[in-house]
């Protein structure tokens, strides 16, 4: 019987995160304080968040940051998570490709955003705090932070934006059953939400808004940070566990990876497999390709601008370097939730114009096409978002199809799909649409960027 | 840090089911035809069921069924489970018992049935059959039959109740991604669904007509069998890898279990974590206490009656000895859909009889009581069925705290509560209640068993 699943037992997790800013050749360039721009320093984000998650995010210096022994008891509950052949997807393309997959899916909250929400939870407990706070749109990280929170004893208080929190009631209720505290956003709760109900009683919500009401919540409350899922440096440092795990799976299944493939949102699920092979490329000239799988309707990385931008629509964050569509950027409504973000983290972004990566726009349709193949196959019901890596995967597996030449391709699974069935339904009910962009209306958001870097 | 899960790699996955029959001290009675009340012969079952599930459910002689290559090559997907030790939750119940949980909810389909749809979908396809058709309630079983018919090949249709087709419409989407074609019961598509619609157009359906419908397809179909997903002898014995592999795992844990708990259904979780572990009771003296989880609703082995009965709402079915509550038995529409069956499986209502095993029940808010402890503690949010088995390993647990003694508990979790989330909705909102059932009420049902026993 040939082997399915390539697993290591949890004496195996990591006992360091890897971080990129440390080999990279050309580091990020600064981050900006938007008033003076003035370089931010690790002192400048302590309002807000952890000083350690600070202190991690602007770490150009460190190659491995430890990871501290109760996080590493907490992935045990998850982790190492398995690397997968998926054999019945091979065979169902007719690709000479080997297709590898780590799945993520199998956490707790039934994703990948659980590696850092642990590590932030955890930093949090240890400096005192008692409360954390963040946003949620899709409802993957608000989940994952919330069962860390509980894990270790925090409070934990999400918005959720509006419009999900009536649309997804799944979602909602995995984070109650963790026992955080869920508020629909635009909220009374905060000035920056009493302002847009005052305005607007029926306002929907969106990200944007549900940023400045947990930051609010954060530097208002004594005793509570804030936590961020994705696009930060600390995030992805966190997630690196993803890829050094992989990298050991391969060595068992005696490959090494042509193609690393991941979809891209703000990049924390594409770093976090990607990184730890990618230093391989940078140290030992290693040719692996890493390719990020962005949504057509969102496309940052094929389409958008490397330039200083606001990480949230209200601009209240500092300014970071990246490839960008323009901080007012409005997502079409695809239900990817988690890929519908304007801006790619900054160290992918600087990796991106030093040609370590490349990106591939995918459309809703393919990739639910792709989603539902999967599936069939190889038995796991993909998250919307994953089925933009599977898109990209079977694109290049049947590339390798045609000139008959047998590569190795892993790709990150970040989560499955099973709280997100009604996207499924969509798509069988035909009523399911790709979403094309217009370069005249990116032309017109991205000019929001353009506007801060005169 | 302390070992949280034992792990197998596929190359363990068993090579054989256990088939308890062969063991057991007294031979469950004979399953009768009830026109002629002649033991019913495996030929007998032909008609409706695959020729070899039919040898296996009337094997008494052979004590190990070898799994077929292709079968176990599926099981590769998600087998071997995990066994876990239950740290967080012992911490939380301050209990010096050590708790360990099979994981089960880690199949495609998201619980234990998948270990059966594998097999019956196997061997439909070896003796050429194209077409295989069930019934679902809630759904998991259903699920499972859709993923394992698409990975050999054959088509399948599920009748799925229409209550159950309305409120569960993520349950009905996932059978549509693994490619099933699911038709709401009652239908017009049969006689027993038409002749329903015709008396009352409205009628909301019942397992007992799904059922009907899904048999009168297979019977009135070319190339087309019916496949049950609990209760029958041999549906039982595919479950019984899970225990095969606990035992081996419990071995790694260095631990042997005083108790083994399971939820109960129609016993098909509860057979495939006992069975192997109750041998080593049969065969070698070993003291093992093995412990059914019902819920207090459906209480058919601790207050039902062992007798001859129909194995369906309907009386299609031959007539089965077993513990029941009476085959018109309504059971209250608790959440936990898989275990609102009037009868528990022959073998162990014959093993219950005979003192291998005992039953507690549980209260539907103590359930989910424990599931909530549960998914706080060990981070799973379990199925409403498997939160049964939870409660009654709290109970025993705090028993152990309550006497000083450090029992080793082993639990099923049969599946996860990802699609269940409105259930717990319910309970968080506060509108969730308990359901008791006096003895005049159980009495009356119970005539209907009696009346054939005459």
């Given at each position: 019987m040939k082997q399915k699943k390539f697993l290591l037992p949890e004496s195996e997790i990591p006992t360091a995160w890897f971080n990129m800013q440390a080999v990279m050749p050309n580091k990020p360039l600064p981050i900006l304080n938007p008033a003076t721009h003035e370089a931010l320093k690790p002192q400048d984000l302590y309002p807000i968040f952890c000083e350690e998650c600070a202190n991690q995010e602007l770490?150009?210096?460190?190659?491995w940051i430890p990871i501290p022994d109760p996080v590493r008891e907490q992935y045990a509950v998850y982790r190492c998570t398995p690397l997968v052949r998926a054999y019945d997807l091979e065979a169902a393309l007719g690709t000479p490709a080997h297709i590898y997959f780590k799945n993520e899916s199998v956490s707790p909250a039934g994703s990948h955003k659980l590696n850092s929400a642990l590590a932030q939870a955890y930093y949090a407990k240890q400096q005192g705090i008692t409360n954390i706070t963040t946003e949620t749109g899709a409802g993957q990280w608000g989940g994952a932070l919330s069962y860390a929170a509980k894990k270790f004893g925090l409070e934990c208080a999400v918005y959720m934006v509006k419009v999900s929190y009536e649309q997804k009631p799944y979602r909602r209720s995995i984070m109650e059953t963790f026992g955080a505290t869920i508020t629909p956003s635009p909220s009374m709760s905060t000035r920056a939400g009493k302002d847009i109900i005052t305005a607007n009683p029926n306002d929907q919500g969106s990200l944007g808004c549900a940023i400045s009401e947990a930051i609010e919540l954060a530097v208002s409350t004594p005793n509570c940070k804030y936590t961020l899922g994705s696009v930060l440096n600390h995030v992805c440092l966190h997630q690196t566990v993803i890829g050094l795990e992989a990298e050991k799976q391969m060595e068992l299944a005696g490959e090494y990876p042509d193609i690393v493939i991941a979809c891209f949102g703000g990049g924390s699920n594409f770093s976090g497999i990607t990184y730890p092979f990618m230093r391989h490329n940078i140290q030992e000239g290693k040719k692996t390709r890493f390719i990020a799988a962005e949504p057509a309707s969102c496309p940052k990385l094929t389409r958008g601008k490397f330039e200083y931008d606001f990480g949230d629509e209200a601009g209240l964050t500092p300014l970071l370097p990246m490839y960008t569509l323009g901080h007012d950027f409005k997502p079409a409504s695809i239900h990817a939730g988690g890929l519908r973000y304007h801006g790619a983290g900054v160290i992918m972004s600087q990796l991106m114009k030093d040609g370590f990566m490349e990106a591939v726009d995918v459309e809703q349709l393919d990739s639910f096409n792709a989603g539902v193949l999967f599936a069939r196959t190889e038995g796991i019901i993909p998250a919307p978002e994953s089925c933009h890596a599977i898109a990209a995967t079977i694109k290049e597996a049947l590339k390798c199809k045609e000139i008959g030449e047998g590569k190795t391709i892993l790709f990150n699974l970040s989560g499955h799909g099973m709280v997100d069935m009604s996207a499924y339904d969509k798509y069988f009910s035909g009523e399911m649409r790709n979403y094309n962009i217009s370069d005249e209306e990116l032309q017109k958001y991205i000019k929001s960027a353009d506007a801060l870097n005169k």
């Open positions: 770490n150009q210096k460190d190659e």
